[in-house]
């Protein structure tokens, strides 16, 4: 059975940083790309980053271009999410995605998702 566990999350002040993990177990974790995902309050569910099974390939979304990081430890079967200078539309909770494949990172590329990791951005 595959599952994600997302953890890290927690409250920082705006220009501050937090790392999330992403530990993945019930499948061959250095196969599949992975992603971030996030859902604000009153907001839809939003694509943050993927990243393709060997870590070769990264992309981000606008909003988090040049500000956040994703990688991940296929050794250690676990997705990371560096989050540098924090923006209060940051607050979410954050999704760690599982892809269908070794390279598709889009959010309709993901079969499954973790139960989340809140994180709040808040002098």
């Known amino acids: 059975q595959v599952q994600l566990v997302e953890s890290g999350g927690g409250l920082a002040q705006p220009g501050g940083s937090l790392r999330l993990s992403c530990a993945a177990s019930?499948?061959?974790?250095?196969?599949?790309?992975m992603s971030w995902a996030r859902q604000a309050p009153g907001k839809g569910f939003e694509w943050v980053s993927g990243?393709?099974?060997?870590?070769?390939?990264?992309d981000y979304s606008d909003s988090v271009k040049g500000r956040f990081t994703i990688s991940r430890d296929n050794a250690k079967n676990t997705l990371y999410l560096q989050m540098n200078s924090l923006k209060p539309e940051d607050t979410a909770l954050y999704f760690c995605?599982?892809?269908?494949?070794?390279?598709?990172?889009?959010?309709?590329?993901?079969?499954?998702w973790g139960n989340g990791t809140l994180v709040t951005v808040s002098s």
């Open positions: 995605g599982k892809g269908t494949w070794s390279r598709y990172v889009t959010l309709d590329g993901m079969d499954y």
């Open positions: 019930g499948f061959t974790f250095s196969m599949y790309a």
């Open positions: 990243i393709y099974s060997d870590g070769s390939g990264t």
